[in-house]
């Protein structure tokens, strides 16, 4: 493999986008639509050639310097950076730093590849169908070429430096994308408030990689996290410094991690994601449940090795995650839409992830934690963004995001059902549906680590079967709703079904897929062994009781839920207004920052220090009027002037005489 | 012969253009005249860049090139002594983008346009004069020929509080003017020999080659040209005059100002105040980095509340120029060659704002974002535009602001003291506010409902207006994906600079 394939998945996708945002408007929806699937597909098909020569030949590849790099030295998975353009350098005394951009081809960048590419494909495929008619509907098609770029080159990053380019570059192609009904005020909001939680996120990020690269003075992954070096250089360097009790290199770490929280929406900087589920339906598929919110996961397990020195920082983030799932399993049990509860499902999936990465170390089970972690996004990728492309054609159906305005589907909707049913025991953890096995990995790396998290984690899982099972028969048993008598829902057309029918196809079979064998900590094929005893079957007892409890209290319309939420109501109440995170920080935005902070710089600026400015002006003004009655013009008035001064100077003179 | 120097043609045809424009009549020839002349000036910027990278390629190492030397003032040894390095040129490539995309951006001024282009003329006759020359008492006269034109471009064509923010404006930038002077003098004497003979000198190298000022008569200048430059480079406290100056002035004059005339701020600073008083720079540096801390926050939270859409710009500008006047202050290679991409960066990003708002003034007639929405709806081409130049300005990568920030930020790191790190991570906090800003700005009057049904009528850009934009945008974007030439440019004419300062250490 040469570099014709990596050049071609970054050209394509961008390409399109330029094509699509500066001719788009002259194009027919069909035309764009099918110039949009084509580039995409076209990607796709790269990508899976590339990650298939990657993981499953042994041959090498071809870098852009000549050089022959073979994929796999002594059984270890090698990390291959196809080609490294320098796009800015920086000259300091301490040597140079220069900001590369390049194609790091290693396990997770390929396994990244093949997530990115099908979703994105599915995700095109199905607007199609459910942005029909829509106006800008050529834009749309733009702005998701321009995620699918952005994604891919923040997943091929071979610095942190580029990385942080395309995070950058993610955070706006989903600002467009979430703002896409610009003309509605609701979803301006949330756009805005994504991105600007991200970025608050990313000046965290930022300064963290300011801090790592004074040290290191290099932003390249490789190096970054290979044995011996960047170690020596904090040993050195990083050992004696130490700010509020950390070592820098352990803020250097957490500050990065913070971009990832950001990103993946960990609390407390979560906020925004539920508020992007105003973004269209296969938007929230691709963007805000299967690649962008990743990122940050991504971006913990590509710096694992520099993670693992501080250990302090995986002890953090094991702990944001924790809280952050817990949360937002309770209150996705709460909220009525059900794009909200899919969003809050995701952030604490991604939590699950997350943990999983902050338990990871080479002596437990050989880094277990960091494979599953890696196993789970790839399956959730599948399974969250089946049931978010279900949820598309519900609403698609029924024009309404609430699942009070849904009940009794399944008869209406067969296929919906069905694969919205598959994603549901997917994500459940059910076998032998994929979540079953990346979670069941994910729950030993837990247990091993301690078992503290490992039932804290289980709990969290059983939680995770009872809402989506909630979700499930709310939307498909429950009650039928007498709208549609007038209304009746159906099915979604193909563009829209084939999508669902294929990732839950994939949702059924990923979990046999020997991921330990492709894509590891250190490169080292790893077997997967479930352990039954200790954590499959009571995980597994867990979740199917959770599905009972679901069954028993919403299979049919009953009263059982109320009587549930009314024996702890403020719980119920504070739950299903996610614990008032979005009124503490409108708060502090609103009344502290804009009311508080902002005003009153803008007082004071005009009032003070362009008061002194007007001020001067006001005296200069004053004073020459009050002193002009001198020039009066009057030769009497000067003369009385002439002799007293006359008088005052010989005075003067004589006294300084005598 | 005077005119073989290639350098002088940039103050030859802004004379040329108002000889022209003298003799004009019609409002076509004075359009004729405009386009026609600023586009020479376009081509002679981008003909004297690829010169200048050539002879750089071909290994010449003087510091200026294209030298030339007219004594036209003896008994003080005043010259007219022009040469450029890599930044002065970059400097007159975007003075020439701005002038080219300003003329075509007032195409349609009211009333008097002759005396208008004259105006404007003149002034941009003041800017390139300054870009080029290298003797600090014709490059204070080029500084003041471009101050002027001001007062009356703004009293007269101006909109809003016109009298009050001229004056304000002008007498404030005068005021600096007046430090100014007093610090250009006092280099003067004590300047050392010049290289003909003569017993001071003004010119830049000759100075800085001499280093011959005392410590504690830098301690005296460093203040005094700093902050005489630091006023038009909007420095805190001395940045009350912006906001008015913007807010009133017609459109191309505000993308003139903004874009070309502040960075004669930020350029003086560095080419005057530091490269020839390098002991000074290292050791006062401290208190400005104070004030330009103080500026970048200051700015960005001011631009929060604002309602009207040139003061939010207008604040914007504090806070990014503030930005350049930092960097520069960090005085190290990296942060200073920020300080040029920032000024570059600003320039464009900021006349393409003001040229944005312009036309959508001159369609809304009312500048408040209370009484404007959903613009996007109704002039789509002004609404990408604008996000465009939004993006530019909360440092989206791909565009230029993101380059020059960043270059900024890891240059600045690279101090490693307690009371460098705090005003550094100040200063990067402004990339949050800056995006809460500009979004706001956009959510208001791009997205969402139309506020005011007579909008609905309202056309999109006109020819010469997408032409104007266009320009711009390809630069800002030329800039962001390409920074790397740029960037060795400009880091390679540091190094006078660079080897004057740390000799002063």
């Known amino acids: ?658 | 012969m005077i005119l073989s120097n290639i350098l002088i043609w940039f103050v030859i045809i802004p004379m040329l253009m108002l000889a022209g424009l003298a003799v004009c009549r019609k409002m076509n020839q004075i359009r004729a005249v405009m386009v026609v002349l600023s586009t020479a000036l376009l081509v002679l910027a981008g003909y004297v860049c690829v010169s200048f990278l050539e002879l750089r390629a071909a290994g010449v190492q003087d510091e200026m090139l294209f030298q030339g030397h007219w004594t036209w003032y003896a008994p003080l040894n005043i010259k007219l002594s022009v040469g450029v390095d890599g930044i002065s040129v970059l400097m007159l490539m975007l003075s020439a983008i701005i002038v080219f995309a300003g003329t075509f951006a007032s195409w349609k001024i009211d009333p008097l346009p002759r005396n208008f282009f004259l105006w404007f003329a003149l002034l941009s006759m003041g800017v390139f004069g300054f870009f080029i020359t290298i003797d600090i008492f014709t490059m204070f006269m080029f500084y003041e020929v471009a101050l002027i034109p001001m007062y009356l471009l703004i009293g007269v064509w101006g909109t809003g509080r016109k009298e009050y923010s001229a004056m304000k404006l002008t007498l404030m930038l005068m005021g600096g003017s007046a430090f100014l002077m007093l610090g250009l003098l006092g280099i003067y004497w004590h300047s050392g020999p010049g290289a003909d003979g003569a017993a001071h000198t003004w010119n830049i190298l000759e100075i800085a080659r001499n280093n011959s000022i005392s410590t504690g008569w830098q301690y005296f200048l460093f203040p005094m040209t700093f902050v005489g430059f630091g006023v038009l480079g909007a420095m805190f406290p001395f940045h009350t005059w912006s906001p008015d100056g913007h807010a009133c002035a017609p459109t191309a004059v505000s993308m003139l100002h903004a874009g070309v005339l502040m960075k004669l701020g930020g350029y003086g600073c560095f080419r005057i105040a530091i490269y020839l008083l390098p002991q000074a720079a290292n050791d006062l540096a401290w208190i400005f980095i104070v004030l330009t801390g103080i500026s970048i926050v200051y700015g960005a939270f001011s631009a929060c509340v604002q309602t009207d859409l040139k003061y939010i710009n207008a604040y914007s500008s504090v806070s990014h120029c503030g930005m350049v006047l930092f960097a520069i202050l960090m005085l190290n290679t990296t942060a200073m060659t920020g300080a040029i991409l920032q000024m570059l960066s600003h320039g464009l990003m900021t006349a393409l704002f003001f040229a944005l708002i312009g036309m959508i003034y001159g369609r809304t007639h009312t500048r408040d974002i209370r009484k404007m929405g959903g613009l996007m709806q109704i002039m789509p081409y002004l609404g990408v535009c604008y996000m465009i130049a939004g993006f530019a300005s909360l440092g989206l990568p791909g565009l230029s602001g993101f380059v020059a920030e960043m270059t900024i930020f890891f240059g600045s790191f690279e101090h490693a003291d307690m009371f460098h790190r705090v005003f550094v991570i100040a200063a990067t906090c402004s990339i949050v506010i800056t995006a809460v800003y500009i979004l706001r700005v956009v959510g208001k009057l791009l997205l969402g409902k139309v506020q005011d049904e007579h909008h609905r009528q309202l056309t999109d850009a006109t020819w010469w207006e997408r032409l104007s934009t266009v320009t711009l945008i390809v630069c800002i974007t030329a800039i962001g994906c390409f920074p790397n030439w740029i960037n060795e440019t400009i880091q390679q004419s540091f190094i006078p600079i660079m080897k004057n300062l740390t000799a002063a250490i």
């Not at chain 1, 890696?374 to 519900?394: D, E, I, R, S, W």
């Not at chain 1, 096995?437 to 680590?449: H, N």
């Open chain 1, 1 to 658: 493999m040469d570099i014709t394939l990596p050049i071609l998945i970054l050209a394509i996708p961008i390409a399109m986008f330029l094509i699509l945002g500066l001719t788009g408007m002259k194009m027919s929806h069909k035309m764009a639509g099918v110039l949009g699937i084509c580039g995409m597909g076209t990607t796709m098909v790269l990508s899976y050639i590339v990650a298939y020569t990657y993981f499953f030949s042994s041959g090498s590849a071809i870098t852009a310097d000549g050089m022959s790099m073979p994929f796999i030295v002594d059984g270890v998975r090698q990390q291959i950076q196809m080609f490294d353009v320098t796009w800015l350098s920086w000259a300091f005394e301490r040597g140079t730093l220069t900001v590369n951009l390049g194609f790091l081809l290693d396990p997770i960048s390929a396994m990244m590849l093949v997530v990115i590419t099908t979703i994105s494909f599915f995700v095109h495929l199905y607007s199609w169908g459910y942005m029909e008619g829509e106006k800008g509907f050529q834009r749309f098609y733009a702005f998701l070429s321009l995620f699918s770029f952005s994604m891919l080159g923040l997943v091929v990053a071979t610095n942190i430096f580029q990385m942080y380019i395309f995070w950058e570059l993610v955070g706006v192609s989903s600002y467009l994308l979430i703002g896409f009904y610009y003309k509605l005020q609701s979803a301006v909001a949330a756009s805005k408030k994504a991105f600007i939680v991200t970025r608050f996120a990313d000046l965290g990020m930022l300064i963290g990689i300011l801090i790592l690269s004074y040290y290191t003075k290099t932003f390249n992954f490789i190096d970054l996290t290979q044995a011996g070096g960047p170690e020596e250089v904090f040993n050195t360097i990083g050992s004696g410094s130490v700010f509020m009790g950390c070592s820098v290199l352990t803020w250097a770490l957490v500050l990065i991690f913070t971009g990832g929280m950001g990103k993946s929406a960990m609390m407390p900087l979560h906020i925004w994601l539920p508020d992007a589920m105003e973004g269209p339906t296969p938007v929230s598929a691709l963007i805000h449940a299967a690649t962008m919110v990743v990122a940050g996961v991504y971006l913990v397990a590509r710096m694992f090795p520099l993670y693992l020195m501080e250990p302090a920082s995986l002890d953090f983030i094991t702990g944001i995650g924790a809280i952050t799932a817990l949360y937002a399993a309770v209150v996705a049990c709460t909220q009525i839409d059900i794009k909200r509860v899919l969003a809050f499902s995701t952030i604490s999936q991604i939590a699950f992830m997350m943990v999983s990465l902050g338990v990871a170390r080479p002596e437990i089970h050989e880094g277990l934690g960091y494979m599953a972690s890696m196993f789970h996004l790839f399956t959730h990728a599948m399974f969250k963004a089946l049931l978010f492309l279900g949820a598309g054609a519900l609403i698609h159906a029924v024009h309404s995001n609430d699942y009070t305005a849904m009940g009794g589907l399944r008869k209406y909707m067969p296929i919906t059902h069905w694969t919205f049913l598959i994603g549901c025991l997917a994500i459940a953890g059910i076998w032998p549906f994929s979540g079953f096995f990346s979670k069941d990995e994910m729950l030993s790396a837990m247990y091993g680590y301690s078992t503290f998290w490992g039932i804290w984690m289980t709990a969290v899982a059983g939680l995770t079967a009872f809402y989506m099972f909630r979700l499930y028969y709310l939307i498909f048993w429950w009650d039928e709703n007498p709208h549609y008598k007038h209304h009746t829902p159906h099915d979604a057309p193909w563009q829209m079904s084939l999508p669902l029918i294929i990732l839950a196809a994939v949702s059924c079979v990923a979990g046999f897929i020997p991921f330990g064998e492709l894509v590891t900590w250190n490169g080292e094929p790893y077997h997967i062994h479930i352990d039954w005893v200790g954590v499959a079957i009571p995980s597994l007892c867990v979740a199917a009781a959770a599905i009972l409890l679901a069954t028993i209290m919403y299979r049919k319309k009953n009263s059982l839920p109320d009587k549930v939420a009314a024996i702890w109501p403020g719980l119920w109440t504070a739950a299903h207004h996610r614990f008032y995170w979005d009124e503490i920080y409108m708060f502090i935005t609103h009344k502290i920052i804009f009311n508080g902070i902002c005003s009153a710089i803008a007082w004071f600026d005009r009032h003070i220090i362009d008061g002194t400015m007007d001020m001067f002006a006001k005296v200069t003004q004053k004073t020459s009027y009050a002193i002009r009655g001198f020039q009066s013009g009057s030769i009497q008035a000067y003369v009385w002037w002439y002799f007293l001064g006359a008088v005052a100077l010989a005075a003067v003179t004589a006294w300084a005489i005598l």
